[in-house]
């Protein structure tokens, strides 16, 4: 995502941040900016941004397929 807050914040960072985190902002306008396959979305719950345990979970089930534990 750090290209797209480079890129609606003219440069700068948090800039774009903010203007990704305003309610305004809509899934098709950071759609526009954004062209790789990961989206908030894939790792927070649109209402409340917070991290979805679904993610961890995913993340858990990956290393252990690899033989990461915890």
């Known amino acids: 995502m750090v290209p ?10 948090m800039k774009g ?4 985190a305003t ?3 809509t899934c098709t306008r950071i759609r526009q ?3 790789h396959a990961v989206a908030c ?3 927070h719950d649109p209402k409340t941004m917070q ?3 679904t ?7 990956l290393e252990a397929s690899q ?3 915890n």
């Not at 797209?4 to 960072?13: E, F, P, V």
């Not at 941040?17 to 990704?20: K, P």
């Not at 993610?55 to 089930?61: K, N």
Request: glycine share 12%.
């Open 33 to 35: 900016t954004e062209k």
């Open 17 to 20: 941040f903010n203007v990704i």
């Open 55 to 61: 993610f961890l979970e995913g993340i858990r089930t």
């Open 4 to 13: 797209t807050y480079w890129k609606l914040g003219d440069g700068d960072i």
């Open 23 to 25: 309610p305004a902002v």
């Open 67 to 69: 033989g990461v534990a």
């Open 41 to 43: 979305i894939d790792c």
């Open 51 to 53: 991290l979805r345990v």
